[in-house]
Protein backbone atom coordinates (compact mmCIF):
# COMPACT_ATOMS: atom_id res chain seq x y z
CA UNK A 1 0.00 0.00 0.00
CA UNK A 2 3.01 2.42 0.69
CA UNK A 3 4.63 1.54 -2.68
CA UNK A 4 1.09 2.47 -4.58
CA UNK A 5 1.19 5.94 -2.34
CA UNK A 6 4.60 6.77 -3.39
CA UNK A 7 4.14 6.06 -7.14
CA UNK A 8 0.73 7.95 -7.11
CA UNK A 9 2.80 10.90 -5.40
CA UNK A 10 5.62 10.84 -7.73
CA UNK A 11 3.15 10.97 -10.59
CA UNK A 12 1.13 13.74 -9.27
CA UNK A 13 4.58 15.72 -8.74
CA UNK A 14 5.54 15.08 -12.49
CA UNK A 15 2.50 16.29 -13.36
CA UNK A 16 2.69 19.73 -11.47
CA UNK A 17 6.64 20.26 -12.16
CA UNK A 18 6.06 20.32 -16.31
CA UNK A 19 2.16 21.09 -16.21
CA UNK A 20 -1.18 19.30 -16.05
CA UNK A 21 -2.38 15.80 -17.42
CA UNK A 22 -4.29 17.32 -19.64
CA UNK A 23 -5.24 13.51 -20.60
CA UNK A 24 -6.73 12.74 -17.28
CA UNK A 25 -7.92 16.66 -17.23
CA UNK A 26 -10.29 15.49 -20.21
CA UNK A 27 -11.42 12.72 -18.58
CA UNK A 28 -12.24 13.88 -15.51
CA UNK A 29 -14.25 16.74 -16.87
CA UNK A 30 -16.20 14.69 -19.16
CA UNK A 31 -17.14 12.79 -16.62
CA UNK A 32 -18.49 15.58 -14.35
CA UNK A 33 -20.71 16.43 -17.30
CA UNK A 34 -22.11 12.84 -17.37
CA UNK A 35 -22.37 12.71 -13.35
CA UNK A 36 -24.53 15.62 -13.94
CA UNK A 37 -26.58 14.92 -16.45
CA UNK A 38 -25.19 16.32 -19.43
CA UNK A 39 -24.38 15.09 -22.58
CA UNK A 40 -20.19 16.00 -23.15
CA UNK A 41 -20.38 15.52 -26.94
CA UNK A 42 -22.89 18.00 -28.07
CA UNK A 43 -21.83 21.56 -28.65
CA UNK A 44 -20.22 23.15 -27.26
CA UNK A 45 -19.80 20.90 -24.01
CA UNK A 46 -17.23 18.82 -26.09
CA UNK A 47 -14.82 22.07 -26.32
CA UNK A 48 -15.58 22.16 -22.89
CA UNK A 49 -13.67 19.05 -21.64
CA UNK A 50 -11.62 18.96 -24.63
CA UNK A 51 -10.18 22.12 -24.56
CA UNK A 52 -11.30 24.80 -22.15
CA UNK A 53 -11.33 23.13 -18.92
CA UNK A 54 -7.75 21.79 -19.45
CA UNK A 55 -5.93 25.07 -20.61
CA UNK A 56 -7.88 26.79 -17.90
CA UNK A 57 -6.59 24.98 -15.13
CA UNK A 58 -3.00 24.76 -16.72
CA UNK A 59 -3.30 28.46 -16.54
CA UNK A 60 -4.42 28.80 -12.85
CA UNK A 61 -2.39 26.53 -11.17
CA UNK A 62 0.75 27.66 -13.07
CA UNK A 63 1.60 28.53 -8.88
CA UNK A 64 2.62 24.69 -8.67
CA UNK A 65 5.05 24.91 -11.07
CA UNK A 66 8.70 26.66 -9.79
CA UNK A 67 9.64 27.33 -13.79
CA UNK A 68 6.69 29.69 -13.87
CA UNK A 69 7.77 31.73 -10.65
CA UNK A 70 8.73 35.54 -11.98
CA UNK A 71 12.50 37.07 -11.66
CA UNK A 72 13.11 39.05 -8.63
CA UNK A 73 15.50 41.21 -10.08
CA UNK A 74 16.75 43.68 -7.51
CA UNK A 75 18.78 46.91 -7.49
CA UNK A 76 20.74 48.78 -4.97
CA UNK A 77 18.87 50.42 -2.35
CA UNK A 78 19.32 54.40 -1.91
CA UNK A 79 17.32 54.19 1.61
CA UNK A 80 15.79 51.77 3.97
CA UNK A 81 13.04 53.10 4.35
CA UNK A 82 9.71 50.97 4.08
CA UNK A 83 8.75 50.00 0.48
CA UNK A 84 4.75 49.81 0.12
CA UNK A 85 2.74 48.17 -2.87
CA UNK A 86 -0.83 48.86 -2.71
CA UNK A 87 -4.34 47.43 -4.45
CA UNK A 88 -2.23 44.35 -6.21
CA UNK A 89 -5.08 42.59 -7.31
CA UNK A 90 -5.41 38.69 -6.45
CA UNK A 91 -7.50 36.07 -8.05
CA UNK A 92 -7.36 31.93 -6.76
CA UNK A 93 -8.99 29.11 -6.11
CA UNK A 94 -10.37 27.97 -2.75
CA UNK A 95 -8.76 23.99 -2.15
CA UNK A 96 -12.51 23.49 -0.36
CA UNK A 97 -14.38 24.18 -3.26
CA UNK A 98 -12.31 24.72 -5.93
CA UNK A 99 -14.54 28.09 -6.86
CA UNK A 100 -12.51 31.00 -7.09
CA UNK A 101 -11.93 33.95 -4.49
CA UNK A 102 -10.66 37.70 -5.79
CA UNK A 103 -9.56 40.83 -4.02
CA UNK A 104 -6.65 43.05 -3.43
CA UNK A 105 -3.38 42.61 -1.98
CA UNK A 106 -1.27 44.96 0.04
CA UNK A 107 2.48 44.66 0.29
CA UNK A 108 5.69 46.00 2.38
CA UNK A 109 9.08 45.34 2.85
CA UNK A 110 12.03 47.31 4.11
CA UNK A 111 14.70 46.70 2.11
CA UNK A 112 18.23 45.26 3.50
CA UNK A 113 20.51 46.68 0.43
CA UNK A 114 18.26 45.72 -2.15
CA UNK A 115 14.87 46.80 -3.80
CA UNK A 116 12.76 45.34 -6.29
CA UNK A 117 11.17 46.46 -9.18
CA UNK A 118 8.12 47.52 -8.23
CA UNK A 119 6.43 45.56 -11.07
CA UNK A 120 7.81 42.43 -10.27
CA UNK A 121 5.78 41.94 -6.99
CA UNK A 122 1.97 41.79 -8.73
CA UNK A 123 3.78 39.02 -10.88
CA UNK A 124 4.78 37.17 -8.02
CA UNK A 125 1.22 37.72 -6.00
CA UNK A 126 -0.08 36.28 -9.24
CA UNK A 127 2.41 33.26 -9.48
CA UNK A 128 1.46 32.66 -5.14
CA UNK A 129 -2.26 32.94 -6.12
CA UNK A 130 -2.25 30.38 -8.93
CA UNK A 131 -2.63 27.36 -7.20
CA UNK A 132 -5.87 25.52 -4.93
CA UNK A 133 -4.84 27.30 -1.43
CA UNK A 134 -6.80 29.32 1.48
CA UNK A 135 -6.62 32.76 1.66
CA UNK A 136 -4.97 32.49 4.60
CA UNK A 137 -2.12 30.14 3.01
CA UNK A 138 -1.91 32.91 0.36
CA UNK A 139 -0.85 35.80 2.14
CA UNK A 140 1.37 33.72 4.75
CA UNK A 141 3.14 31.98 2.10
CA UNK A 142 3.39 36.08 0.32
CA UNK A 143 4.78 37.35 3.45
CA UNK A 144 7.03 34.00 3.71
CA UNK A 145 8.49 34.50 0.02
CA UNK A 146 9.27 37.40 -0.29
CA UNK A 147 10.95 37.28 2.56
CA UNK A 148 13.47 34.36 1.23
CA UNK A 149 13.22 36.28 -2.09
CA UNK A 150 14.20 39.71 -1.24
CA UNK A 151 16.36 38.94 2.04
CA UNK A 152 14.50 41.83 3.72
CA UNK A 153 14.35 42.86 7.51
CA UNK A 154 10.39 42.90 7.69
CA UNK A 155 7.81 41.95 5.53
CA UNK A 156 4.20 42.93 5.82
CA UNK A 157 1.07 41.69 3.46
CA UNK A 158 -2.50 42.28 3.97
CA UNK A 159 -5.27 40.42 1.40
CA UNK A 160 -8.87 41.09 1.68
CA UNK A 161 -11.42 39.05 -1.01
CA UNK A 162 -14.53 37.71 -1.50
CA UNK A 163 -15.31 34.30 -2.05
CA UNK A 164 -17.68 32.60 -4.70
CA UNK A 165 -17.70 29.88 -2.28
CA UNK A 166 -19.89 31.87 0.55
CA UNK A 167 -21.51 34.04 -2.53
CA UNK A 168 -22.78 30.93 -5.02
CA UNK A 169 -23.51 28.42 -2.20
CA UNK A 170 -23.81 28.19 1.65
CA UNK A 171 -24.89 31.58 2.73
CA UNK A 172 -25.09 33.07 -0.58
CA UNK A 173 -24.04 36.52 0.81
CA UNK A 174 -21.00 38.49 -1.19
CA UNK A 175 -18.81 39.10 2.17
CA UNK A 176 -15.07 40.01 2.52
CA UNK A 177 -12.21 38.18 4.32
CA UNK A 178 -9.11 40.29 5.25
CA UNK A 179 -5.97 38.24 6.26
CA UNK A 180 -2.80 39.56 7.20
CA UNK A 181 0.75 38.15 7.59
CA UNK A 182 4.41 39.18 8.51
CA UNK A 183 7.72 37.90 8.03
CA UNK A 184 11.13 39.54 9.59
CA UNK A 185 10.26 41.47 12.47
CA UNK A 186 8.30 45.07 11.56
CA UNK A 187 8.48 47.71 13.75
CA UNK A 188 5.26 49.41 15.55
CA UNK A 189 6.58 52.16 12.76
CA UNK A 190 6.19 49.98 10.05
CA UNK A 191 2.84 48.91 10.94
CA UNK A 192 1.49 52.65 11.01
CA UNK A 193 3.11 53.15 7.97
CA UNK A 194 1.34 50.37 6.08
CA UNK A 195 -2.00 51.01 7.43
CA UNK A 196 -1.85 54.68 6.39
CA UNK A 197 -1.06 53.60 2.82
CA UNK A 198 -3.57 51.18 2.52
CA UNK A 199 -6.37 53.38 4.02
CA UNK A 200 -5.09 56.25 1.86
Known amino acids: MTGAHTQQDTESNVATEDGIDREKVQRATRMLLEAIGENPGKAPLAETWQRRVPETLETLTEGMRKQEKPTLRTFPAETDELVVKTGIPVYSLCEHHMLPYHGVAHIAYRPEGEVVG ?16 TQEKLTRDIATGLDTELETTAVLVEVTA ?19 ATAGEPTEDDRRQFRRQIDS
Open 118 to 133: LSKLPRYVRWQARRLT
Open 162 to 180: SHLCEAMRGVETETQTTTR
